[in-house]
Structure formats: structure tokens, C-alpha cells
């Protein structure tokens, strides 16, 4: 059997296709076509063909023949619209016998001799090979008779087969596995598919990087200045350097022989080898190849002359910076402001408690699907004199200066109070920052506190933020019901 792999519609992937071929998009740093090829390998399919309608040059280099992977290579241009049905069906070749056709971003644990015996068993001309659990389509077997099929089809090859099934069921069928697979579609795809292999990379044969810490992967001579933070998961590449006072992660691959400059943020980002993040550049949620940023929100690319510059250039950062000077300046100004009932309180705390402060274990922010995920969220001590302490939260300060924490923001939880939260949506609240006060200040209950704190993390703003310590001040003179009305809880 022949493995026919099509990643030939760069559309989806908008500009970035212009600079990286489809086959050539990385998972966890090697391109998915390798994982791909890895996936055919293991089960002992050895004469693989590669359609691609983008960057053959780019291809060939890194593939050639395929003799260093173990398998006879042949790589073919596929439609020049980009048409994965049409791609497949203008090579005539291909169908002299049985192919399996992988399209896409997909990848999946298949026992590739499991679907062959299911498939020649029903004597249809296809069989399209779904994931029971998630109900992705992973494969499809096509018979020679199967051409004529897809030369009437259009665009994605899995939803043209589903369409016509309908119609064709002597012809076309599914077959049901149950297996691990994962699959995604445009840029977001690229960033969602690699947060999904850092946690769980069990569909993949062979990951290229060792595990040097739970949730960090180093290629090698990876260098980690002592000031810098990582926060799992994340994947450094080989020869790569992470600077003095950089911040990277979570959900972050950075590509080999790449440099993190100093005091650089990088959070759910893939950064491809090669690149350069400049000084106290924030890049969030986006693709960057050398001096070039691809936008997951709107597809909007970026190409930035001087590389120092290089981040995520949009009214949202912005924003952040803002918010973030705000906080921090503020907490400053109250940090010396309140210093001599700091100092009084701290000594008080210390001959009565003979301990100063007491720090407490808090996760930070970031964005999670399952509660699971909470090992991945990065974590701090935050700073307490006792409750009886006349300001008790005045040493937090400090944590909102260094900029663990904000001033106003969800309530601070350690994991043990955070796997309460039992269902997923509650866990948007962690997408902001912990804070001294916040808007569950004002809620009834727990119920009512989960509620306000994820619609806070949704709308949150400088404004809000004024809103809600307006509030705190304002409650003992005005009540808390007419506060909560102000504040729309």
C-alpha cells in the first residue's frame, strides 16, 4: 500500500503558507509531514507520496528522496488552485492501486493493519476512517475505482467523501476507531495542535526532545539564563538561548537556533527556528518566522525592519502595557504610602507569630481547557502578614510590583482550592491574573463568585478595574447590593 499525504491547500493558512509550505508547518518543532511519514514508517509503510502546491524547493531540500527516513519519497505539485480533490485526482498514477490519503493537519495512532483488514472486508471503494471518540476524520482508503469520485469533488477531501456518501453507500463508507487523534485547521490550528502535543504527545512515533523537567523539553545546548522564567509546558530547540529576565511560556515552542532576548515575553506562541525576539518585545498567541508575525486572531502579518521591534503590534498590547504600568505603579505608590503600618505590622506579626510574612503557594495565569491543565499554570508565593495584622495585604504589594499579581483581579488560589472548580468553563477566571481585591468580593456565594470572576476575565479593562475598587471603598457607605448593581453582578 501506498501512503499519499496532501497538504496542498495553503489558503487556510493564509500569508504564512508564502513562507512556510504546508507539509513543512511544525508540531513540536518537525514538520507534520514528518510526523506524518514517522506514523506511515511504523506501520511498515515504506513508498510514500507527498502532493504540495507551495515551496517544492523548500520540500525537496529537507525530504529529497526520503532514503534518510527509510522510505521511497516521491513529491508531486498538486492543483495550483490548491484543490485537494483535484490535487489527487490530476495525478492518474496514484490510483493503479490501493492508497491511504492523510490531508491536512492530522495526526493519529491508527493501526494502519486493523482499517486495512475492516476495509477489505466491506468491498467498497472507500473507506473514510473516523476517531470514535472525537469523531475526527484521520484516513481514507481509496480503491483505483475510486477515481472518478473524487474528480467530481471539490476543496477538503474528508467532507467531499462524507457529502457523497449519502448518496454513494455501496461505494463510500466509514470506518470507526478508537483511537488517539488530533487535527486543526489554519494558523490556529498550528498553535492549538502544538498545545495539545506538549501535554500529550502519544500520538507522535518519535519526539526529537528530552523531557528535562516535568513540562520543559531542551534540544541541545539549549542555554537558560538563572533569571529567566519558564512556565510549563514549553519546548526549547537545539542551540537556542533564553537571555537574562525573559519570560517564556506556557504553551510555547521555541525553534532551534533561536535567541530570547532580555526581559522578551513569549506566551502560546510557536516561534520557528532561526528567529531573533528582541529586548522587552511581548509576543502572545502568534506564529513568528525571523522578522515576520502571523496573527492567529485576524491572519495579519507583520514584517518588522528592525528586529528589536519584533511583537505583537496591535491596539490589544497596547492596552495590556497600560494596564500593566497602571498596576504596577500604583502598587508601588501604596507599597511607600502605607510603609510605616508595614513596618509596625510586620514587626507585630514577628513577635507574635516569629515569622515576618507568610507566603502562600498561588497559581498565575493562563489559559486551560481541563482541569488537568492546572499542572501547566505558572505559580508564585504571595506574600501575607496574619489575618489580625492591621494590613494584612500590604507585603502583596510586592507581588503586584514584581508583577505575579494585580491589584484587582481574581482571587488567589493554590491547586489544591482550584480543582474544586469541576466544570471547564469556570476555568476561564484564570485567563487574568490573581489580584488583592476583585469582583467575587462582592458575590453572595461561591456560585455567584465563578460566575463574576469569568465574566470579569472576559471583559476586563482599566475602567472595570476603576469600577470595582470604586466599589470596595464605596460598600461600607453605600451597602453591598446597590455595589453590586454598580458593578452589574
Known amino acids: 500500500m501506498k501512503l499519499v499525504l496532501v497538504h496542498t491547500d495553503g489558503k487556510k493558512f493564509g500569508n504564512l503558507s508564502n513562507l512556510v509550505a504546508p507539509p513543512m508547518l511544525p508540531l513540536l518543532n518537525k514538520p507534520i509531514a514528518h510526523h506524518q511519514i514517522e506514523i506511515g514508517y511504523h506501520n511498515n509503510i515504506r513508498d510514500v507520496v507527498l502532493l504540495a502546491s507551495k515551496g517544492l524547493s523548500k520540500i525537496n531540500e529537507y525530504f529529497s528522496d526520503g532514503t534518510r527516513f527509510g522510505i521511497k519519497l516521491e513529491i508531486l505539485l498538486g492543483s495550483t488552485s490548491g484543490d485537494e480533490c483535484q490535487s489527487l485526482s490530476k495525478h492518474r498514477q496514484l490510483f493503479t492501486d490501493t492508497i491511504m490519503v492523510i490531508s491536512g493537519l492530522v495526526l493519529s495512532n491508527l493501526d494502519l493493519n486493523q482499517v486495512v483488514e475492516l476495509h477489505e472486508q466491506s468491498t467498497r471503494a472507500v473507506s473514510i ?90 534540544g541541545r545546548n539549549v542555554n537558560i539564563h538563572p533569571r529567566a522564567k519558564i512556565h510549563a509546558p514549553v519546548l526549547i530547540g537545539h542551540h537556542s538561548q533564553i537571555m537574562d529576565g525573559a519570560e517564556v511560556g506556557p504553551d510555547t515552542i521555541v525553534g532551534d537556533n533561536t535567541i530570547v532576548a532580555q526581559k522578551a515575553v513569549i506566551k502560546e506562541s510557536v516561534i520557528l527556528a532561526n528567529s531573533y525576539i528582541g529586548e522587552m518585545t511581548r509576543i502572545e498567541k502568534n506564529i513568528i518566522a525571523k522578522n515576520k508575525l502571523f496573527s492567529t486572531d485576524k491572519d495579519a502579518k507583520v514584517i518588522v525592519t528592525d528586529q528589536f521591534l519584533l511583537g505583537k503590534v496591535s491596539g490589544e498590547m497596547f492596552s495590556e502595557m497600560l494596564e500593566e504600568v497602571v498596576h504596577r505603579s500604583l502598587a508601588a505608590g501604596i507599597l511607600f504610602a502605607f510603609a510605616p503600618l508595614g513596618v509596625a505590622s510586620a514587626v507585630k506579626s514577628k513577635y507574635y507569630n516569629d515569622k515576618v510574612v507568610k507566603d502562600k503557594e498561588i497559581l498565575g495565569s493562563g489559559s486551560i481547557e481541563s482541569i488537568s491543565d492546572i499542572n501547566y499554570l505558572p505559580r508564585f508565593n504571595m506574600l501575607k502578614f496574619s489575618d489580625s ?81 470604586a466599589a470596595k471603598l464605596a460598600a461600607p457607605f453605600i451597602g453591598k447590593e446597590i455595589t453590586k448593581k454598580m458593578l452589574g453582578i
Not at 443 to 468: G, M, Q
Open 129 to 218: 476512517i473516523r476517531a470514535r471518540n472525537s469523531g475526527l476524520f484521520v484516513a481514507a482508503i481509496l480503491e483505483p475505482d475510486s477515481r472518478e469520485l473524487i474528480a467530481d469533488g471539490a476543496g477538503d477531501l474528508y467532507n467531499h467523501l462524507a457529502r457523497l456518501m449519502d448518496k454513494k453507500q455501496d461505494e463510500i463508507g466509514i470506518i470507526e476507531q478508537d483511537i488517539n487523534a488530533i487535527s486543526g485547521y489554519g494558523t490556529n490550528g498550528i498553535l492549538e495542535l502544538n498545545r495539545k502535543l506538549l501535554r500529550d504527545s502519544s500520538v507522535l512515533v518519535h519526539n526529537q526532545y528530552l523531557e528535562s523537567e516535568a513540562g520543559l523539553w531542551c
Open 389 to 469: 495584622e492591621m494590613i494584612n495585604w500590604w507585603p502583596s504589594l510586592v507581588n503586584v510590583v514584581k508583577g505575579d499579581m494585580r491589584l484587582i483581579g481574581t482571587r488567589p488560589l493554590d491547586v489544591k482550592e482550584a480543582e474544586k472548580l469541576n466544570q471547564n468553563w469556570m476555568l476561564g477566571r484564570f485567563k487574568s491574573r490573581p489580584g488583592i481585591i476583585g469582583i467575587a468580593d462582592f458575590a453572595d456565594n461561591e456560585d455567584e463568585a465563578i460566575v463574576a470572576e469569568n465574566l470579569y476575565c472576559k471583559k476586563h479593562s482599566l475602567l472595570l478595574d476603576a469600577k470595582i475598587a
